[in-house]
């Protein structure tokens, strides 16, 4: 449930810490607000590994298709596929969201899982969530943890050019 200011809390850790916690030292990593985590970052994170997803899985059927992977293989391939797109759709998201790299990574995360999720609802078979699914859920958020573990890159401000100052240039005698 969120609490009544909307922000998330992902680790309930959060809520216990103080003003000189673990919490502040991280600089806001762990508690944001909504608007934060949903912003241009987030979503073009997810459209990253939305088409790497898909591209990925393209690969997959053709190679399956052709023979150049055996039919068991089909299921460590997806695991594959999937934990990469997550990787880099949270990496995407991270660099260009700015604070709070985890949220961002595991928003990312949560937006391939839903998909995947609506993918396996909307098919005719019925769901089997066993051993492959277990595996399928830890390749999607192991993915989204990898990408949050470097965290953003600092963007360094620019120095600012000196004007050059004339007066205080030594004179030289002309002969």
């Keep these: 449930m969120l609490p009544a200011g909307g922000v998330l ?14 919490n502040t030292a991280y600089a806001g990593g762990i508690v944001m607000s909504w608007r934060q985590l949903i912003n241009g970052g987030t979503w073009s994170g997810a459209a990253v590994a939305a088409a790497l ?53 595991l928003a990312v995360s949560a937006c391939v899982y839903g ?7 909307t098919g005719e078979s019925p769901v089997r969530f066993g051993p492959d699914g277990i595996a399928q859920t830890c390749a999607v958020w192991g993915g989204g943890l ?25 004179k030289r005698a002309v002969t």
Excluded: Y
């Design 115 to 121: 998909a995947l999720w609506l993918t396996a609802l």
């Design 53 to 105: 997803l898909l591209a990925g899985m393209g690969v997959e059927a053709l190679m399956l298709l052709r023979g150049m992977a055996p039919e068991s293989a089909a299921g460590p391939l997806l695991w594959v596929v999937s934990a990469l797109a997550c990787f880099c759709g949270g990496r995407v998201a991270v660099r260009r969201g700015g604070d709070g790299a985890l949220p961002r990574a």
């Design 146 to 170: 990898l990408a949050a573990i470097p965290g953003a890159k600092r963007k360094r401000k620019k120095t600012q050019k000196r004007p050059r100052q004339g007066g205080n240039r030594r």
């Design 9 to 22: 809390f992902l680790p309930d850790i959060a809520a216990h810490t103080s003003r000189i916690g673990w």
